[in-house]
């Protein structure tokens, strides 16, 4: 037996869904910040992930997939290239080597220095253009509050 779902309903998701909203929004950002951190050759996940290990100790891979609401596996996938590039080494744990941990290389932390200031510039541009709905952040992270990232 086929049912269907009336057209209206598909505009009333269109035009009151958040989910629908934020992922659009989120996409259009990411987008945005891909352009930005062009220069430094990253892109904002990139950009997130190597400010995630950027840490007084390099940080084993749980609590990175966590700030960044990853699993593991899309951890794994997301540190690959920047294993190629040389950016990131992932190795064994010196005092358990079964563990591993994430180490960001001189490398890395050249390309996450040279892509800060285009990241300041870029935000401080969009808090401007928030203005008052920069509560947006506070509003969001209710949602998905990130663990602090450990030392």
Avoid: Y
């Avoid at 190597?50 to 960044?68: D, F, I, K, T, Y």
């Amino acid at each position: 037996m086929s049912k269907s779902v009336p057209f209206a309903t598909t505009i009333e998701v269109r035009d009151r869904c958040l989910c629908l909203r934020l992922q659009r929004a989120a996409r259009t950002m990411a987008r945005h910040f891909d352009e930005v951190l062009r220069p430094a050759g990253l892109t904002n996940g990139q950009f997130s992930l190597l400010m995630a290990l950027n840490r007084p100790e390099p940080p084993p891979p749980g609590p990175v997939a966590e700030l960044l609401a990853m699993d593991r596996t899309t951890l794994t996938a997301a540190l690959k290239p920047l294993e190629r590039l040389g950016l990131v080494v992932v190795e064994r744990a010196p005092e358990d080597r079964r563990r591993r941990r994430l180490v960001l290389t001189a490398e890395g932390l050249g390309r996450l220095a040279a892509a800060l200031p285009l990241w300041r510039a870029a935000h401080a541009d969009l808090e401007a253009a928030l203005g008052e709905r920069v509560t947006l952040l506070r509003d969001l992270d209710l949602w998905g509050r990130p663990a602090k990232p450990r030392p």
